[in-house]
Nanobody, 114 residues
């Protein structure tokens, strides 16, 4: 069973940037599409961005133009570069396959606050 380990979160001010990374315990090439998801307190888990097996990417409207997802099939990592962060981006961020198969780890907390 593959599992992701997420890292890179922290406390930043609005407008600042963060780079999240997740590493898989196995080959991400075997997973297919991988997504970054997030869950804010009291909210449902939501998809943020997806990178497909061929390298194409997809973003939810609320992060388009601000976030960039990328992957490294050799290192088995999937990164999420987040620019111009907003308080509404505050959440715990997770990696999982898309569709989800519960490969996610403990997540990484992102807090955007002045």
């Amino acid at each position: 069973q593959i599992q992701f380990t997420e890292s890179g979160g922290g406390l930043v001010q609005p407008g600042e940037s963060l780079r999240l990374s997740c590493v898989a315990s196995g080959s991400i090439s075997s997973i297919g599409a991988v997504g970054w998801y997030r869950q804010a307190p009291g909210d449902y888990l939501e998809l943020v961005a997806t990178v497909f097996s061929g390298g194409t990417t997809s973003y939810e409207d609320f992060v388009k133009g601000r976030f960039t997802i990328s992957k490294d099939n050799v290192k088995n990592t999937v990164d999420l570069q987040m620019e111009n962060l907003e308080p509404q981006d505050t959440a715990v961020y997770y990696c999982d396959s898309w569709p989800r198969r519960n490969y996610w780890g403990q997540g990484t907390q992102v807090t955007v606050s002045s």
